[in-house]
């Protein structure tokens, strides 16, 4: 990749950022014959815009890596591979760089039809593309593959690296990063599934040829873009609600395409209609829908929903598992009324 392309693209994702429109409690886990198990929580009292760290899902190969549980006074990340100017950070260094903060949804790939294996928070961080600049990644690297201190790797298009919201994270809704989630610091790539977003880093080098990932060693996507996906939070499965009017409500979310509109049917998708969107708090967030509906027969209801990108592009309606490139498929629920 030439100097002059790489800023191309660079100026390429500031303008579409411009033009976009800025439109968890009992724990379980998701058992995949594939290896995939994210831990989540389901709340009690209705998804809030900012999911707390405690309640936000949980994903790795095999925990916190024993080299970071004392401290990161040893902790370097090194920036290399076909780069002018190779980088050795400390912690130190890192936060000496100017810091940003975005809110992004972050989706498990492994996350089923309707499932929690998702949230969204205020990160704040380094631009990665700044560190690629300042590191010379230019010439012919088209890719980065990144490490993380577990032994995880991802390779990703050194394109998706200049978004103006790809990170290296190190605070988490305004805290430091819990080991979890990837202390002392994280990629942050929106669009893409947490496939691709490895913590613990280490190491990120630049190449002109790609390198299979961890996951996709495994079967799972290469690409690990997000699905257009959507979810009923309220009413709840087998739920008994009063006649009269209620407000039903959930999400939807579609990584960096944002979310064009929101549709719910109650005839088995012969027919639908549209809910109201709430603002979404970020072009990279998850948006909330509600739609007011009075019911004033008692009996069982069905109800589906399903979104659509701001390319139009409609969420699947054939129920697919997560296995190999994340789900598709309406979340449906029923419930009785009263």
Known sequence: MTRAR???????????????????????????????APRFTVP?????????????????????????KHGAAD????????VSHPLALSLS????????TRVITLSCIGNPVGGHALGTARWRGVLLSSLLEEAGAAGTAEWLTVHGADGYHETLPISEALQPAALLATHMNGKILTPDHGWPVRLLIPGLYGIKQVKWITRIEAADRWRAGYWHEKGWSREGRVQVFSRID??????????????IRGIAFAGDRGIDRVEVSWDGGRTWELAELEEALSPWSWVFWKKRVTFNRSGHYNLMVRAADQYSRVQGGNRR??????????HRVGFRVY
């Not at 191309?8 to 998701?30: D, N, Q, V």
């Not at 815009?49 to 095999?62: G, L, N």
């Not at 309220?234 to 407000?247: A, N």
């Open 321 to 330: 598992d997560p296995f190999p490139a994340g789900t598709t498929g309406y």
């Open 44 to 68: 009690e009292n209705g998804t809030p815009p900012i999911t707390p760290v405690r309640d936000f899902y949980v994903e790795d190969i095999s925990g916190v890596p024993d080299t970071l």
């Open 75 to 82: 902790w370097t990340l090194n920036i290399g591979g076909q």
């Open 6 to 36: 790489f800023l191309r693209l660079l100026a390429g994702w500031a303008l579409f950022f411009l033009a976009l429109p800025l439109r968890a409690f009992g724990e379980t886990r998701l058992r995949r014959a594939s290896g995939m």
């Open 234 to 247: 309220f009413p709840k499965t087998d739920e008994w609600l009063q006649r009269g009017e209620r407000e």
């Open 93 to 100: 260094d890192l936060q000496q760089r100017k810091q940003v």
